[in-house]
Structures are given as structure tokens and as C-alpha cells.
């Protein structure tokens, strides 16, 4: 069949990773993407032509999933080395490192604020973190398998999780309890998200099936067997009428929700699909595989402004009205009635002119804001964002001091504390400093420097962890004053007790 202008179309295609792709998301300006691969690296890729791709170096296994924060600020990476990392997705690449799992972390997840950040683990459990304060929150502990995705509400009221003990999970975070659970499955669910509006879950099962529930009122509304294989993944478009899935099967598949059936099989990979998101106003899509190919799809079919969605679905949510069957999807106008065959579309059968495909990379070794270490690869030269050439050194090593280091570029806003900057007010955001170009060439060189800017930003996350633990030994002495306060209580009372005692007798 020829293919319509509203059709999907592949408009380019990235390579760098050496491995499977396990993880893809775009930045909420839409001009950058992130993915995560089996080769241990988090890459950063932008859209504009000739520009380089940044792969961060600091986990030491696989990175199993990547996502920005909300304003694109900070960008939250997971892996099977039991840690998740946040790094600040710039040309230094500076990272902190959270330690709490126990066992290999499966997926990452900002709230809508971005205030919080939600883990799943395989050691059963999902963990919530304060992302102003950069600490673990609590746990949530209901499964009895390991975790494979965890994700917030929109409204970021709810969490819900997927399990391989067959169960799909809804948490409420105010008083952080197990309040729904959906157990339909032969297999079990890999990837699970909320529609826009906040009303429906859908999962992605490793039955090869995919099914959207109404969680108000426990309903399976929808049920589709379109692959062959495991569905690994799945997205809302934003506007909630359209569900795109990644299989095992090699193929992505596009749902109508509206209608309720299969419009688009995407082929593009070799391989297993792992992974596949829409942009934030669902003008494009991306993909990635087993084939270490990293996919831009064009969408045609829907697009809408963003803003305008996220304003009628923040409108939507009213948790404490009758639901209504009716409301869960969008009802506007719909491009595909007159059609209802199934459109397969395969770029490989068609001459396409795709953009560049392999930018140049750019090595950043992440300085651990954590732990002081930076590490280095062997026997390869890497390019700083001046177009440098440094030479890292023969062997694996760690050192205290970053490698790839750049003074910043005009205008360019430094920010000396790793903290949430959109979550600060004015007043007591870290102070921001504004260079020219010759104020900057001014400075002098880190080598000449009498302290490494390395040591100084390890020194400033030490003072940042030492006012916390001081707040926190600070809670504790009132508590034990409390407790003492009740234990002199009590033996006043016992003493009372014992004087009345012995004068009857």
C-alpha cells in the first residue's frame, strides 16, 4: 500500500553505542535525546546538524533506564550496578551517585514537579528519593519478585509498579500504601505507564499482550495480541489517543485507542525492540534494540501542541467525581476513520535521505561528586568540547581530578552546587555566575590552580552532606530527649506507685 503524508516516517537514525539500547528519552525541549545501553554508557544526542553526541562514562554495568527531570535540568540513569546516578547533562558531566538498592536497579522515574525521583530494583523493592534534599525517602515492599518498572501519576498521587511475581502494583505516596493491585497475566508485565490524564494504566506483558486499565474502577478496558513476542515497552502519545509498543518480535506497533485496534507495524530494527518513547508534544518518537541503533521516527498522525495538552489534562484530573467511562480518552477529531487497514511500514524498502547518522563523540568522564574517583579508560584519545585531544592514560585508573574539564562558554551559568536549581527560589539558589568571553580568559588554569576545581566540588558536596547529617543528628538528640523525658516520667510514676504501696502496707 502507498504511503499518506500522516504516515510515520524514519527521518534518521544515530550511531555510537556498541551494544543493545536499553533506554530512550527526550529532553522536554525536544532537542535532545538520551539513551542507555548495554555497554555501561549513558549518551547524549542532539538534534542539530553536526553536533557532537556526549557519552558519559561512570556506571560500571549495564545502564537499564535513562530519563530527564521535567524541566531537563538533571538527567536520572539506573543500572545493574546497583546504583543510580544523576548527572547534570552539560559538557562537564558532573554526577552524583545513589547507593540503596540491593540488587540491580531496573528503571527510573521523575514526578511531574520533578521534586522526587521513583527506583524499581530487582531486590523487590521501589524507592522514592527527595531530589531537593538528594536523599532516600522511603521504600515501598509489597512484591514478591523482582521490580521491573516503577512510574508516578501525573498528578504524582500514585505510583505504579510491575512485577515477575505476575502483579501490577498502585501505590499511594501520601501514605505510602499498596491501594490496588491488577494480577490478569499468564506472564508478567515488563513496562507499565499512566495514560496523560492519570486514569489508566497500561502494561506491556511479557505474553506478548497489552492491556489498559481504568483504575477507578478496576476495569480492564482493552486487550491487544498484535505481536509475536514480548512487548517490551510502550508510550502514550500526550494527547492519550494513541499507544505505541517496542517487541521482542522486531517490530513497533501503533494502537488506536479511540478505535481500539492497530493502525502502524514499524519495521526498522534487526532484533528485539527494547524500548520507545514519544517526544513531550508527540511530534516525533525514537526507538532502540538489540541492533545498537538508536531510531528517530517523524509521527504525522497527531500532532498537537503540547502545552495545550498538559493544561486540558491537568483539568481532567478530578479524583473525588464519579468516574466516566466516556472521559478516559480525548474525544477530538480523528484522521483515520475512512481506514481500516493495518499500515506496515518498513524504511528499509525505501530510498530515504537520513541525516548524519554517526556524530562524533565525545568522551565525558564523569567526575563522582560522591566518592571523588574519576575514571578512565585505556589507549584512546578523547576530544574535549573545544575540540582538545587528551590522551587518557595506559590502563584503567582512578584519579581525583577530571579529565575533560572546559572553562564555560560565554553567558554559560555555573552552578556550584549539585542541587535541584528549578526547585529553588531566588533567594536561596546557589549563586550563579555570568562570565565574558575575557574575564574568562583571565582565569587561570586548573593545573595552575592552588586547589583542583575537582577537590573544591568534592569539598562543597562533603559541606552539603555534613549539613544534612547535622540536621540529622540534630532530629535525633530531640527524639532522645523526648524518650528520656518519658522515661523519668515513667520512673516517677512507678516511684509514686511503690511509695502509695508501702504506706498501706
Not at 73 to 96: C, E, H, M, V
Not at 402 to 421: M, Q
Request: aromatic share 10%.
Amino acid at each position: 500500500m502507498a504511503s499518506s503524508p500522516e504516515d510515520p516516517v524514519l527521518e534518521r537514525y544515530f550511531k555510537g553505542h556498541k551494544a543493545a539500547i536499553t533506554s530512550v528519552d527526550f529532553s522536554p525541549n525536544g532537542k535532545q535525546l538520551a539513551t542507555g545501553s548495554w555497554d555501561t554508557f549513558l549518551m547524549l544526542w542532539s538534534f542539530r546538524p553536526q553536533a557532537r553526541a556526549f557519552r558519559y562514562v561512570g556506571h560500571k554495568d549495564v545502564v537499564t533506564s535513562v530519563q530527564f527531570s521535567p524541566l531537563g535540568n538533571l538527567l536520572a540513569s539506573a543500572s545493574r550496578d546497583r546504583t543510580i546516578r544523576l548527572w547534570i547533562p552539560d559538557k562537564r558531566g558532573k554526577s552524583s551517585e545513589f547507593k540503596a538498592h540491593t540488587a540491580p536497579v531496573r528503571s527510573v522515574d521523575f514526578s511531574a514537579d520533578g521534586q522526587f525521583l521513583a527506583t524499581a530494583s530487582e531486590d523487590k523493592s521501589i524507592k522514592v528519593w527527595n531530589m531537593y534534599r538528594q536523599r532516600f525517602l522511603y521504600s515501598l515492599y509489597r512484591h514478591t519478585h523482582w521490580v521491573r518498572c516503577a512510574k508516578f501519576s501525573p498528578d504524582g498521587r500514585l505510583i505504579v509498579s510491575c512485577s515477575e511475581d505476575k502483579t501490577i502494583k498502585i501505590w499511594d505516596t501520601t501514605n505510602k500504601q499498596c491501594v490496588n493491585n491488577f494480577s490478569d497475566f499468564v506472564g508478567f508485565a515488563n513496562f507499565v505507564a499512566f495514560n496523560p490524564n492519570g486514569t489508566c494504566i497500561a502494561s506491556a506483558g511479557s505474553d506478548h499482550t497489552v492491556k489498559i486499565w481504568d483504575i477507578r474502577v478496576n476495569k480492564l478496558l482493552q486487550h491487544y495480541q498484535v505481536h509475536s513476542g514480548g512487548v517490551n515497552c510502550l508510550s502514550f502519545h500526550p494527547s492519550g489517543n494513541y499507544l505505541i509498543t517496542a517487541s521482542s518480535d522486531g517490530t513497533l506497533k501503533i494502537l488506536d485507542l479511540l478505535e481500539g485496534r492497530l493502525i502502524y507495524t514499524l519495521q526498522g530494527h534487526t532484533g528485539p525492540v527494547f524500548t520507545v518513547s514519544f517526544s513531550k508534544g508527540g511530534e516525533l518518537f525514537t526507538s532502540g534494540g538489540a541492533d545498537a541503533q538508536v531510531l528517530l521516527w517523524r509521527t504525522n498522525f497527531d500532532e498537537l501542541n503540547y502545552k495545550d495538552i498538559s493544561k486540558r489534562n491537568l483539568k481532567r484530573l478530578h479524583f473525588d467525581s464519579p468516574p466516566h467511562l466516556l472521559d478516559i480518552y480525548p474525544r477530538t477529531p480523528h484522521p483515520h476513520e475512512g481506514r481500516i487497514e493495518t499500515v506496515e511500514i518498513n524504511p528499509k524498502l525505501d530510498v530515504i535521505d537520513l541525516q548524519t547518522s554517526t556524530p562524533p563523540v565525545v568522551d565525558i568522564l564523569s567526575f563522582d561528586s560522591t566518592t571523588g574517583e574519576q575514571y578512565q579508560f585505556p589507549d584512546k584519545y578523547f576530544e574535549d568540547l573545544e575540540g582538545r585531544r587528551i590522551h587518557a592514560v595506559s590502563s584503567p585508573v582512578k584519579t581525583t581530578e577530571t579529565t575533560v574539564r572546559t572553562l564555560p562558554d560565554k553567558g554559560e551559568e555555573i552552578c556550584r552546587y549539585f542541587l535541584n536549581p528549578s526547585l529553588m527560589s531566588s533567594e536561596c539558589s546557589p549563586t550563579i555566575l555570568k562570565k565574558k568571553t575575557e574575564d574568562i580568559s583571565d582565569l587561570p588554569s586548573e593545573n595552575q590552580r592552588s586547589i583542583p576545581l575537582a577537590v573544591t566540588d568534592a569539598l562543597e558536596h562533603i559541606m552539603e552532606q555534613l549539613n544534612v547529617l547535622t540536621q540529622t543528628v540534630s532530629i535525633l538528640e530531640q527524639r532522645l530527649t523526648l524518650t528520656e523525658d518519658k522515661l523519668k516520667d515513667c520512673l516517677e510514676n512507678q516511684q509514686k506507685l511503690f511509695n502509695m504501696i508501702q504506706q498501706k502496707i
